[in-house]
């Protein structure tokens, strides 16, 4: 059961292309909800197709929220998404509208509602740089190594493979002299307490090949690759953490003569599926959680479970 004392929120959980806009959409507009994207992508202004962003029209429908809030030449955080989207729940909530979630960036939810983050830490985008450049010469071995000399029990947390909060962990050991685990102990955290319920979506993985690979098709048809020619034409290249998405990469390739076109789609297909993988094993974790099989139900059935099982979780929080 959840805590009656505390807001009830709804998350829409899954791997990319299992279907979370369009359900999301449908039980906002049954809910009387409004929805705040979990997605690190589409935050960016200007990256509209590859990041599946919902229409005007759909936003016209439902309010959204964390969508378009940052330039593409920003470096948009996790604890920027926590401090906006901690807002907008506060703002959905005084509206007595239902709070929906919905995206594929598993990270940003646990930042949001399990306290990972600290709200007061400095940055240094100069050491930042360094640290960044010095990762490129060393590589990632050699730099959790460093990381696990000067705090072992964060470096066991981070893979050596997470060059992001592997970067920041030594970032915040060069700003603060002090050990990042130590730094987060005596430090309040950033975040929400909510009842959260997790709604999962998924499917077999030759369905979702198929799903991938005929957005990517619709994709690259409606000027995903003219998309990213006018960001490059503005000078947003791969430099930038917003060109680094699925997608854009391989198409800032093809713009720059590196492959085909058709190459360009082949590796996007091939690394949304991987990525679509990885999001699974992440979201597994996630309790609790109710999942539900998009490809071997009816959609019918899937979506009536669904909505008995939000009115079961909201209810909770009003009786």
């Known amino acids: 059961m959840g805590n009656a004392c505390l807001p009830k929120a709804i998350a829409i959980i899954g791997p990319t292309a299992s279907g979370k ?15 705040i994207s979990g997605d690190s992508r589409q935050v960016y202004r200007k990256l509209d ?26 470096r948009f955080s996790a604890s920027r998404f926590v401090e906006l989207a901690s807002a907008a ?3 959905i909530l005084s509206r007595r509208k239902t709070v929906f979630l919905a995206g594929g960036t598993p990270f940003y ?14 940055s240094a985008p100069g050491i930042r740089s360094e640290l960044e450049a010095a990762l490129q010469r060393e590589g990632n071995l050699r ?3 460093r990381l696990r000399s000067a705090d072992p029990e964060t470096a066991g947390r981070i893979h050596p493979n997470d060059s992001v909060r592997l970067v920041r962990a030594l970032e915040i050991l060069a700003v603060t002299g002090e050990a990042p685990s130590e730094v987060f102990r005596g430090r309040g955290r950033m975040g929400l307490e909510a009842d959260v319920l997790y709604i999962g979506l998924s499917r077999d993985r030759e369905d979702l090949r198929k799903r991938i690979a005929l957005r ?3 994709q690259f048809d409606e000027g995903f690759p003219e998309e990213v020619a006018s960001l490059l034409a503005e000078g947003v290249d791969e430099q930038y953490p917003c060109m680094q998405g699925l ?5 800032a390739a093809f713009h720059r003569g590196r492959f085909s076109l058709a190459e360009a789609m ?7 599926c991987a990525f679509a993988r990885r999001q699974m094993t992440w979201f597994s974790k996630f309790e609790p959680a109710v999942w539900y099989d998009m490809a071997r139900s009816g959609q019918e059935s899937v979506r009536n479970g669904i909505r008995v099982k939000i009115a079961e979780h909201l209810r909770g929080g009003r009786s």
Do not use: C, N, Q
């Open 89 to 91: 729940v506060t703002g």
């Open 21 to 35: 806009t369009d359900i999301s959409l449908e039980l906002a507009e049954e809910f009387e909800g409004e929805i």
């Open 49 to 74: 197709i590859g990041t599946a962003k919902a229409t005007r029209a759909e936003r016209a429908r439902i309010p959204h929220h964390l969508i378009d809030v940052a330039e593409p030449t920003e």
């Open 247 to 251: 997608g854009y990469r391989d198409l």
């Open 143 to 145: 730099m959790h190594e």
């Open 266 to 272: 082949e590796r996007y297909v091939k690394a949304t």
């Open 109 to 122: 939810f646990r930042a949001l509602f399990s306290g990972l983050l600290t709200g007061d830490l400095a």
């Open 216 to 218: 990517a098709a619709r």
